[in-house]
C-alpha cells in the first residue's frame, strides 16, 4: 500500500462523488488535505467531520470566474503552506446542442472551458511555481474518456476540455520533471455516482458498451489517485490511466 504521511494534497471538487472518494482514499493513507467545493456547504461539513484530523481546512470558489484557480491556490496555501500535491478533480459537463442560440453556445462553452481546463491549468501553473521552490510536488488531473475518444455533440465542449487537459498534463509532465514534479491524468469513463445516469434504458445502454458489465467504482480511482501521489512510480510520469472497463483502449 502507497504511503502518503508527508503528503498535503489540495483537491478540488472534493464535496461529493469522486471527489469525496479521492479524499476518503488519500486520508485513510494518512495524508493532510485541503478540500475544495463550490456550493454544497452542508455535504463538505459532513465530509470534514467524517475525515476528522485529516481535513486540514476547506475553500469554497466558483471555478468559472476568471483567475479562480490561481486564488484558489493562494487560498490554500494559507491553510496549508506545505502543500506537495494537486488534484484537479472539478468538472462541468453542461449540454448544449448544436443548434441552440449563438448566447448560450457562448455561454456553456466558456463556462466548460474554464471549469475544466482553464481552472486547473491556472491551478498546475500556481502548484508548479510553489513546488520549484521546495523539493518537487505531485500532480493529477482528471479528465475522461470523452477526451480520449469524443462524446455525444450536446456535450462537444466537455469532449473538448477533456482533451485539452490531457494535452496540458503531458506537457507539463515533460517540461517539469527535472524539478521533481509528476503529473498524471485519469481517463474514467462511466463511474457509479449521482452524475451517472438514473434511467435504466441508459445505464443497460451504457454498460452493454463496457466489457467488465459495470460503471467503475469512485473508489477505485481514488485508491488510483492516491497510488500515483505516493511517488510510488514517478517513471509514469507523462502517462494517462484509462479506468473505463476496457470500453475504449488505446
Known amino acids: 500500500m502507497s504511503n502518503l504521511n508527508k503528503t498535503v494534497i489540495l483537491i478540488t471538487g472534493a464535496s461529493r462523488g469522486l471527489g469525496a472518494s479521492i479524499a476518503r482514499s488519500c486520508a485513510s493513507q494518512g495524508a493532510k488535505l485541503v478540500l475544495h467545493y463550490s456550493q454544497s456547504q452542508q455535504v463538505m461539513y459532513d465530509l470534514t467531520t467524517e475525515l476528522t484530523d485529516s481535513v486540514l481546512g476547506t475553500v469554497s470558489m466558483d471555478l468559472s470566474r476568471p483567475g479562480a484557480g490561481t486564488a484558489l491556490w493562494q487560498e490554500a496555501l494559507k491553510i496549508a503552506p506545505d502543500l506537495n500535491a494537486l488534484v484537479n478533480n472539478a468538472g462541468s459537463a453542461t449540454e448544449v446542442q448544436f443548434t441552440d442560440a449563438d448566447e448560450k453556445w457562448q455561454d456553456v462553452w466558456s463556462k466548460v472551458m474554464a471549469v475544466n481546463l ?9 502548484a508548479i511555481a510553489s513546488f520549484k521552490q521546495d523539493d518537487g510536488g505531485q500532480i493529477v488531473n482528471i479528465a475522461s474518456r470523452a477526451g480520449q475518444r469524443g462524446d455525444s455533440l450536446d456535450l462537444a465542449a ?19 520533471a527535472r524539478d521533481g514534479i509528476c503529473a498524471y ?11 451517472a445516469p438514473t434511467d435504466p434504458a441508459v445505464i443497460d445502454k451504457a454498460t452493454s458498451e463496457i466489457p467488465i458489465g459495470r460503471f467503475a ?4 480511482i481514488g485508491d488510483l489517485t492516491a497510488f500515483l501521489l505516493s511517488g510510488a512510480c514517478t517513471s509514469a510520469t507523462g502517462a494517462t490511466f484509462d479506468v473505463n472497463g476496457a470500453s475504449y483502449l488505446r
Open 118 to 126: 482553464q481552472a486547473p491549468a491556472d491551478l498546475c501553473r500556481s
Open 158 to 176: 466537455y469532449a473538448a476540455s477533456k482533451g485539452a487537459l490531457l494535452a496540458f498534463t503531458r506537457t507539463i509532465a515533460k517540461g517539469t
Open 185 to 195: 491524468s485519469i481517463a474514467p469513463g462511466w463511474i457509479n455516482t449521482e452524475m
Open 217 to 220: 467504482e469512485p473508489s477505485e
